[in-house]
């Protein structure tokens, strides 16, 4: 069954616009995308979380339905936007959810303004930029700079969802751009996130652009998976780790078993 957004526009927040569509009713649930894409990138998995929840997708600066702006993308300041435009909506406490680049723009959100966050499900990103695989690294460093980049990416299906939804479509060299550079960026924020208050679920694939050893060293610096939770799980944390198996970074985003994962950790309360 669709569930057909109750809820959709732009709302200004830090001099720049975003969009947000709202699916389903209940506790919410804030949803970041990937680089060079928008909340249609989750398919069958906005339907699937909004059972039973309010999803907010949101589509970051420059992304989809948001004008592109004049601002550089920063994580930082993109996560200052989305805790500007948790509370231009009035959103209470939601959960909130990235992938990729979004799950860095969760990142920084949580880390930003942790008292604005419930739960953080950070799905295939990592805490510092070299958490990637080095091959995945070297890929983005290569692509800052390079213009075949914007004509390659222009022909995939990126290029064309972009085409279909973006108020100006010319802009996809300038979003390239933008992106590229914020990709080949250098961060470590390991420090930061491993003192994040809130319960945090790290989610990735069993063949995912960061190693799973990679997460479950994220997942330990959290404080989770150091001991046997014992018969009564009271050597349970807080905080989850879900591996996907045969899972890619280039499909977890749809994959059935990403929003099974998710919605078990948000039911958990």
Same mark, same amino acid.
């Given at each position: ?83 500007? /435009? ?9 959960? =909130? +959810? &990235?992938?990729? !680049?979004?799950?860095? $723009?969760?990142? #920084? ?100 652009? /960061? ?9 330990? =610096? +959290? &404080?989770?998976? !150091?001991?046997?939770? $014992?018969?009564? #799980? ?36």
């Amino acid at each position: 069954m669709t569930i057909t957004a109750s809820r959709s526009g732009l709302a200004s927040v830090n001099g720049i616009q975003l969009w947000h569509e709202t699916h389903g009713e209940g506790k919410p649930l804030v949803l970041l995308h990937g680089g060079f894409g928008s909340v249609g990138m989750f398919g069958p998995n906005v339907d699937a979380l909004a059972s039973g929840r309010q999803v907010v997708g949101v589509d970051l600066q420059g992304h989809g339905h948001s004008p592109i702006g004049d601002r550089d993308l920063r994580f930082e300041t993109m996560g200052d936007d989305i805790a500007a /435009l948790i509370g231009e909506l009035g959103l209470d406490r939601p959960d =909130l +959810l &990235g992938f990729s !680049l979004g799950g860095g $723009v969760a990142l #920084r959100t949580a880390i930003q303004h942790p008292d604005v966050i419930d739960r953080l499900i950070v799905v295939s990103a990592p805490f510092r930029s070299t958490g990637w695989h080095p091959e995945q690294t070297a890929a983005m460093k290569a692509m800052r700079g390079n213009p075949a980049v914007v004509e390659m990416l222009g022909q995939s299906p990126l290029g064309a969802a972009y085409r279909e939804i973006a108020p100006r479509p010319e802009d996809w060299p300038k979003l390239v751009e933008q992106v590229t550079n914020l990709v080949a960026s250098d961060y470590d924020w390991t420090a930061e996130a491993a003192k994040l208050p809130m319960p945090v679920m790290l989610v990735a694939g069993d063949a995912d652009g /960061l190693a799973p050893t990679y997460l479950a060293e994220c997942f330990a =610096l +959290l &404080g989770g998976g !150091l001991r046997d939770a $014992v018969w009564d #799980r009271s050597g349970m944390t807080k905080h989850r780790l879900a591996i996907l198996p045969g899972v890619t970074h280039y499909d977890i985003n749809i994959h059935p078993l990403f929003a099974t994962a998710v919605r078990s950790f948000l039911d958990e309360r």
